[in-house]
């Protein structure tokens, strides 16, 4: 071999040698900050311990409550789809006490845990919120702070870990609600929650209808109303006054709620439910 070849075989092996070394030490092209904040949202959702006795449907148990929930769930999957679901879901009683919170978080549970179906629950009964105290969450902001101050609605959901349940919680307690209720952001929030997520069912927890107007307010904002009637509660002209003006809307139908009829076939611990 030549002194040339050498010197050339010599330079080639050199170049090699400094390409290697330039590959180990250039430093990897960070991840984008965006992708970095949904995969750590993803690994810090850790679920919810949920231990309220009333709700049943967070427990892995076949009990006949939970049994009636999923026959609810059912119906109302079947009932809203269609060519024009109707995703975004209000759940009302003409009176308190009734159980329509419960009725709302145990029907939320149940579409979460299901495979096909994301749910958010959004606590709108801002005179006296308990969605939180139920799941035993603390939140610092919620629909309040989104109407009243303009919050980005992502920066007041909670995401629970259990199933594919997102709970946008009242945020606090006012004392008149109907005027941010009417406004037009809520209706905005209503519409792009609606048309950000079709195939989400978006379920609203409102006050009792008959003593105050914010039921009525968010009747005309949502796509249907699921009323509860507690066996015993309410008094029946009251039920059917309140159910009257609830038919001007989309009235899906009524939860018959701690009917003693089903104690007897089933269990004590419903007719406490």
């Given amino acids: 071999m030549s002194r040339i070849e050498e010197a050339l075989k010599k330079a080639a092996q050199q170049r090699k040698q400094s390409r290697e070394e330039q590959a180990d030490t250039v430093p ?35 009990t006949a409550v939970v049994e009636e929930y999923n026959k609810l769930r059912s119906t109302l999957i079947a009932l ?29 549970i149940s579409l979460a845990k299901e495979h096909d179906h994301t749910v958010l629950l959004v606590d709108a009964d801002l005179r006296r919120p308990s969605i939180h105290r139920y799941l035993d969450i603390q939140p610092e902001v919620g629909l309040v702070h989104c109407l009243r101050d303009n919050l980005p609605i992502e920066q007041a959901l ?6 594919k349940l ?12 109907v005027d941010l209720l009417s406004s037009g952001r809520m209706k905005a929030i209503v519409k792009e929650l609606k048309q950000r997520y079709p195939d989400r069912y978006v379920i609203f927890d409102t006050p ?26 309410a008094k029946l002209e009251d039920i059917v006054e309140t159910l009257e003006e609830f038919k001007r809307h989309h009235l899906l139908g009524v939860v018959f709620n701690d009917a003693h009829s089903f104690v007897n076939r089933q269990s004590y611990y419903y007719g406490n439910y």
């Fill in 158 to 163: 909670i995401k629970t870990g259990v199933g």
């Fill in 28 to 62: 990897q092209t960070p991840a984008p900050a965006s992708l970095k904040r949904k995969v750590s949202a993803l690994l810090d959702v850790v679920p919810l311990k949920i231990n309220h006795l009333m709700l049943a449907t967070a427990r892995d148990e076949k």
């Fill in 80 to 108: 809203t789809s269609g060519e024009k679901p109707l995703n975004t879901l209000m759940v009302t009683s003409t009176v308190s006490e009734e159980g329509k919170t419960m009725t709302a978080l145990n029907l939320a």
């Fill in 208 to 233: 009792p209808a008959l003593p105050f107007a914010d039921a009525g307010v968010l009747a005309g904002l949502v796509d249907t109303t699921l009323f509860v009637v507690r066996e015993g509660k």
């Fill in 166 to 177: 997102v709970v946008l919680p009242a945020g606090e307690a006012i004392k008149e609600p």
